[in-house]
């Protein structure tokens, strides 16, 4: 059985982190969305908050299930039974970046494969910091995130500002 890890901070998931999850939950038997929990990262949502939203937006998948991880990729990988890393790729700017992880990956657990996967047109311009951005300045972002997260937008940063 394959088992892909598709991780990242999702702060907030994107319908384009969406794209690539329904797009990689065909390719592998089981995906699994790993939260990255950085102590160091500033975020606007909590783990917890972060991991139900994604449970949200992926009922409808019966193979992809929602986890956090701390610490080295590859560690969770290992204890996870996974060798495939799934990594979404908008420019050639996030190739360079990612060539380089999936490299360091492969260094510190051989049996690890870093699959890319290209970023449908529609979403290549879109990224959590922008979401978070124009939510955060009252714009619109209907398109841009499932129905829940708008509204979780909304609520956070009416509670702020």
Same mark, same amino acid.
């Given at each position: 059985?394959?088992?892909?890890?598709?991780?990242?901070?999702?702060?907030?998931?994107?319908?384009?982190?969406?794209?690539?999850?329904?797009?990689?939950?065909?390719?592998?038997?089981?995906?699994? /969305?790993? /939260?990255? *929990?950085?102590?160091?990262?500033?975020?606007?949502?909590?783990?917890?908050?972060?991991?139900?939203?994604?449970?949200?937006?992926?009922?409808?998948?019966?193979?992809?299930?929602?986890?956090? $991880?701390?610490?080295?990729?590859?560690?969770?990988?290992? *204890?996870?039974?996974?060798?495939?890393?799934? *990594?979404?790729?908008?420019?050639?700017?996030?190739?360079?970046?990612?060539?380089?992880?999936?490299?360091?990956?492969?260094?510190?657990?051989?049996?690890?494969?870093?699959?890319?996967?290209?970023?449908?047109?529609?979403?290549?311009?879109?990224?959590?910091?922008? /979401?978070?951005?124009?939510?955060?300045?009252?714009?619109? /972002?209907?398109?841009?995130?499932?129905?829940?997260?708008?509204? *979780?937008?909304?609520?956070? $940063?009416?509670?702020?500002?």
């Amino acid at each position: 059985m394959s088992v892909a890890i598709y991780p990242g901070s999702f702060d907030p998931i994107t319908n384009g982190h969406l794209d690539i999850i329904e797009r990689g939950s065909k390719i592998f038997d089981r995906l699994i /969305v790993a /939260v990255l *929990k950085n102590p160091n990262k500033k975020s606007l949502f909590t783990v917890e908050e972060r991991i139900e939203m994604i449970k949200g937006a992926v009922s409808h998948l019966d193979n992809v299930e929602v986890d956090h $991880f701390s610490g080295l990729l590859v560690d969770f990988a290992r *204890k996870r039974n996974a060798k495939i890393i799934i *990594k979404g790729l908008r420019a050639v700017s996030d190739f360079e970046y990612e060539l380089q992880m999936a490299l360091m990956n492969k260094k510190l657990y051989k049996d690890i494969e870093t699959v890319f996967i290209m970023t449908s047109t529609k979403y290549s311009f879109l990224s959590s910091s922008i /979401v978070r951005e124009v939510a955060s300045f009252g714009g619109c /972002v209907k398109d841009l995130v499932p129905p829940a997260v708008e509204e *979780k937008l909304r609520e956070k $940063f009416t509670r702020k500002g």
